[in-house]
């Protein structure tokens, strides 16, 4: 959707797009994601809103079929997003994207750490799915992260975890 802006979505200009995907999505075989970002800066309530029209849009279509994501700004704290979450009756996993450029002890533990946000969706009954690339991290970081994948899927509190 080149060229549409939060604006845009939020006012309900593209729901006949959203909707379009919609019902692609009912079609495929396994249950597909629908992974919503909006970008960062974006302010809160607009973002809430636009992601909110947008996974309407796509609900109405597709049913449950589709597994809606919210994607948790990069860099924040559940604290400091909680006015852009679009609401748990939408939100089916919150997906968390490691930044490889952030120390790892930061990236498990503290303010806007894999374990405060998967506390926090728990909070929520929702589980999360961690995003994460290979440019720039170490073997040390993969066995780390991996450990820490292994321990929350014990506890029920990942969904899933791409690697890019």
């Known amino acids: 959707m080149g060229g549409t802006t939060v604006a845009d979505v939020a006012a309900g200009r593209v729901d006949a797009q959203w909707q379009t995907l919609g019902r692609t999505l009912s079609t495929m075989p396994r249950r597909p994601v629908v992974r919503l970002a909006v970008p960062a800066g974006t302010d809160p309530a607009q973002a809430r809103a636009a992601w909110r029209r947008a996974a309407t849009a ?50 498990v533990t503290g303010p806007g750490s894999l374990t405060a946000w998967t506390t926090w969706a728990a909070q929520h009954s929702r589980r999360v799915a961690v995003h994460w690339t290979l440019d720039g991290t170490t073997p040390a970081e993969v066995s780390q992260l991996r450990s820490w994948l292994n321990l929350s899927t014990t506890k029920k509190r990942v969904a899933y975890e791409t690697t890019a």
Do not use: F, H, M
């Open 58 to 107: 796509v609900r109405q279509t597709a049913g449950t079929k589709a597994v809606i994501e919210w994607a948790a700004p990069v860099g924040t704290t559940p604290e400091t997003a909680a006015a852009s979450y679009p609401g748990d009756e939408l939100v089916d996993v919150i997906g968390l994207t490691v930044d490889p450029k952030r120390p790892w002890a930061s990236q």
